[in-house]
């Protein structure tokens, strides 16, 4: 999991509320990840930055909001308007965008909604 | 569109025996392929990558993957599989994109 520590491991939320999830990497890598992976699914991509201020949607954004103040942190908001925000999310970084960069991943939150 | 797929939801292999975990991709162009591992409950962990040269990727932990262009395929591969080299391996492609496509994910199950 290297220099990527995501906060909390587990959270439990009531619907209705809007969560956010913390991602921190101390590796000064530009770029960052949101993935959400569900069983039998694989990863699908939420949000990325490829630089401080600056951040686009992934595949399945509808729902989540993100912001990139620091270079070291990319939180995570899941908002009331993601309709089944149960999953496992991770956090990854690589050193810059693009194709032959590989992504290092955080250890993981495991959000629960009732 | 840019694809990958996994054909085997599960591969079981006896300890010391070979392993191969496959995975063929789908992109216009010189495809960059990767492989990473994932244990339970964790992050995904890097095992190696294909960009471009040599076919024959050797990476983490003793796995190694061959690229096939012909056959469109990078499947993973050990010589000697271990108990503790069960988990659930993903298969990822990217091109020209700083987003990586994965698979749905193969879990190995190595007996003893």
């Known amino acids: 999991d290297g220099g990527i520590t995501q906060s909390p491991k587990y959270l439990f939320r009531k619907e209705g509320q809007n969560v956010t999830l913390s991602c921190e990497q101390n590796l000064n890598h530009d770029a960052m990840y949101w993935y959400r992976q569900d069983p039998g699914q694989g990863l699908r991509l939420i949000y990325y930055s490829q630089i401080v201020n600056d951040f686009q949607k992934g595949d399945i954004a509808e729902g989540y909001s993100v912001s990139r103040e620091k270079k070291e942190s990319f939180p995570l908001t899941v908002t009331s308007a993601q309709k089944n925000p149960t999953a496992f999310y991770l956090c990854?970084?690589?050193?810059?965008?693009?194709?032959?960069?590989?992504?290092?991943f955080g250890p993981g939150t495991r959000l629960t909604v009732t | 569109a840019q694809s990958v797929a996994q054909p085997e939801d599960q591969v079981n292999v006896a300890e010391g025996n070979p392993l191969t975990v496959k995975c063929t991709y789908s992109v216009s162009g010189n495809p960059y392929l990767f492989w990473y591992v994932q244990y339970p409950n964790r992050g995904l962990q890097f095992l190696l990558k294909y960009i471009t040269g040599d076919n024959l990727v050797k990476g983490s932990y003793g796995f190694e993957a061959e690229f096939n262009k012909s056959q469109t395929s990078f499947h993973l591969k050990k010589p000697s599989a271990l108990v503790s080299d069960s988990a659930l391996y993903f298969c990822a492609v990217n091109r020209a994109t700083d987003k990586l496509i994965f698979g749905t994910g193969t879990r190995l199950q190595v007996f003893p």
């Open positions: 990854a970084s690589s050193a810059a965008s693009g194709a032959s960069y590989e992504q290092y």
